[in-house]
């Protein structure tokens, strides 16, 4: 569920822990920031970041939520920032 949504278009479950963000309009390059948090519902381990093994598009970016040993998990919540120039 997409509580707010300037400029994303949907967010999907790709697999446990791993999700894409779809943006509406496209960001200006792919040197944009992301930031988040997440957590799941019984704990606060829950550790959110920009997926390494794939690179940031204009149009789309994917993101991972882990525990703290750093097993892909999903969140209850996870909430994302996305900082940069849209075209």
């Given at each position: 569920v997409i509580s707010d949504s300037y400029n994303v278009s949907s967010v999907s479950?790709?697999?446990?822990?791993?999700?894409?963000?779809?943006l509406s309009?496209?960001?200006?390059?792919?040197?944009?920031?992301?930031v988040?948090?997440?957590?799941?519902?019984?704990?606060?381990?829950?550790i959110f970041h920009p997926d390494a093994s794939t690179d940031n598009g204009v149009s789309s970016l994917n993101v991972n939520t882990?525990?703290?040993?750093g097993t892909l998990t999903d969140a209850t919540f996870?909430?994302?920032?996305?900082i940069g120039q849209i075209s």
């Amino acid at each position: 569920v997409i509580s707010d949504s300037y400029n994303v278009s949907s967010v999907s479950r790709m697999s446990t822990g791993r999700y894409s963000i779809v943006l509406s309009v496209t960001m200006n390059n792919a040197n944009y920031v992301v930031v988040g948090s997440a957590r799941i519902e019984a704990t606060f381990g829950t550790i959110f970041h920009p997926d390494a093994s794939t690179d940031n598009g204009v149009s789309s970016l994917n993101v991972n939520t882990t525990d703290e040993g750093g097993t892909l998990t999903d969140a209850t919540f996870a909430h994302v920032a996305i900082i940069g120039q849209i075209s």
